[in-house]
């Protein structure tokens, strides 16, 4: 792909002296270095949300479970709610600004 991608949390900046203008007659110009940032927290915020979501989904159907008498079900569904816990966890993690969900 040509050129320069830029997508939400990103921030392009030229550094001083990349920016030159070009007189007619003169050589060309060299190649322009740009410096791009990205922004991680609003990802993993919107991670951690949904995984929390999921969580809380699987929280209620873990409870339906426990209400009956299959075993297997109640194993799966609290595994379920137990991996979908840990991936909020994990990206609550990553982005220290976002508070705790319990």
């Known amino acids: ?3 320069i991608f830029i997508s939400r949390g990103m921030t392009v900046t030229l550094p001083p002296g990349a920016l030159r203008i ?3 007659n003169s050589r060309p110009l060299e190649n322009v270095t740009v410096h791009v940032r990205f922004d991680v927290y609003p990802t993993w915020i919107g991670l951690a949300l949904r ?3 999921d969580a809380n989904a699987r929280r209620a159907i873990r ?3 426990w209400g009956g ?3 297997e079900r109640k194993a799966a569904s609290l595994e379920q709610e ?3 816990h840990l991936c909020r ?3 609550q993690q990553q982005s220290p600004l976002m508070p705790s969900t319990q």
């Open 82 to 84: 137990f991996e979908a």
């Open 63 to 65: 409870e339906i479970a």
């Open 69 to 71: 008498t299959d075993q």
């Open 89 to 91: 966890l994990w990206c």
């Open 22 to 24: 070009r007189v007619r």
């Open 1 to 3: 792909m040509a050129g």
């Open 51 to 53: 995984h929390l979501e």
